[in-house]
């Protein structure tokens, strides 16, 4: 079933995003589900649970295909409208959406689902992959304020990563560190651009 859900939404992505997502994209999508794969089975979750992160993960964005705005709350009527087609009940269908408003900038999720993925859509933060993933954000944030500097982009991101909070045990662990690293470099950026 899930294998159902997959296809039908990413195809949806693929088909329907404009082009210049270049962060909330399919690949986004994706690689949010694969971190949230891994991010619960590191808090133990499994079973039905599992399969509602992967769903929730897999929805988490799909209202950008509407509009930016309220993004969240688009993509959980559309969860609403569909899942009940896959059979899942309306406590499962509200579970996903309560996981999927846990994504809303400021993150504040409740349950160990929402924090699971919470942590997932915002992992790169604390790994390798920031400099890359963010340059991806810069670069979709220019089509709506073509002015915004580097200089402005950099203050928007410490502001962020000082804002930011990990919540599952495995983030705190094993990306505080990295994260910390990165508002370092942008703090050294800032002063050497002053």
Excluded at 26 to 31: D, F, L, N
Aim: glycine share 4%; proline share 3%; charged share 30%.
């Amino acid at each position: 079933m899930f294998a159902k859900i997959y296809k039908e939404v990413m195809s949806k992505l693929e088909n329907n995003l404009p082009s210049w997502l270049h962060y909330h994209s399919p690949a986004h999508t994706q690689y949010v589900l694969d971190k949230a794969i891994f991010l619960a089975e590191q808090e133990g979750v499994d079973g039905r649970d599992l399969f509602l992160i992967k769903v929730a993960a897999l929805y988490h964005d799909l209202g950008f295909i509407e509009n930016m705005e309220n993004h969240e709350e688009r993509g959980c009527r559309m969860a609403a409208q569909e899942l009940p087609e896959y059979g899942l009940s309306q406590e499962e269908t509200s579970k996903i959406c309560d996981m999927i408003m846990a994504t809303r900038i400021p993150q504040q999720p409740n349950t160990t689902l929402e924090k699971v993925l919470a942590d997932a859509d915002l992992e790169y933060l604390g790994t390798d992959k920031y400099d890359e993933i963010s340059e991806q954000l810069y670069k979709e944030l220019l089509h709506s304020r073509p002015d915004l500097t580097r200089a402005q982009w950099n203050e928007i991101q410490v502001k962020f990563l000082c804002s930011h909070s990990f919540h599952t045990s495995y983030c705190k662990i094993h990306c505080e560190a990295k994260k910390a690293e990165h508002l370092e470099a942008l703090r050294e950026k800032l002063t050497s651009e002053k």
